[in-house]
């Protein structure tokens, strides 16, 4: 799906980046998501559950990070904006991270994000 759908159709606040890496121009996130906060959730359903979001082929990659360990960071923002790069369009990430002692800020440009339960 392209990273523009992923942000319309996930409530990712409050969720938990408990890892991340970085290599190949892929980055990939495993996410303790708070499944309550989903327009889909249903009451059976476990409140919150682990997914991961792998983007492809990004560029501009910016980690503005004091601390590289990811564990348990809330998800403050995950946003983007629709840009031309390269004559394509895609899609600036910007993605704030409160770890226990810091801010963790990551920057990218990307299309399309694999998600996977």
């Known amino acids: 799906?392209?990273?523009k759908e992923l942000l319309e159709q996930y409530a990712f606040h409050d969720s938990l980046v408990e890892d991340m890496s970085?290599?190949?121009?892929?980055?990939?996130?495993?996410?303790?998501?708070?499944?309550?906060k989903q327009t889909t959730?249903?009451?059976?359903e476990?409140?919150?559950?682990?997914?991961?979001?792998?983007f492809k082929d990004i560029r501009n990659?910016?980690?503005d990070?004091?601390?590289?360990?990811?564990d348990c960071d809330s998800i403050v923002d995950f946003s983007y904006e629709e840009i031309i790069h390269l004559n394509?369009?895609?899609?600036?990430?910007?993605?704030?991270?409160?770890?226990?002692t810091n801010m963790k800020i990551i920057e990218f440009?990307?299309?399309?994000?694999e998600v996977i339960f």
């Open 109 to 113: 440009i990307g299309k399309e994000v």
């Open 65 to 70: 990070v004091t601390e590289e360990k990811f």
């Open 88 to 100: 394509e369009v895609c899609y600036k990430v910007k993605l704030f991270l409160d770890g226990d």
């Open 22 to 36: 970085f290599e190949n121009n892929r980055l990939e996130f495993q996410i303790y998501l708070c499944n309550w």
């Open 46 to 54: 476990d409140e919150m559950k682990n997914i991961r979001l792998i």
């Open 41 to 44: 959730y249903e009451k059976q």
């Open 1 to 3: 799906m392209n990273i």
């Open 61 to 63: 990659v910016i980690f």
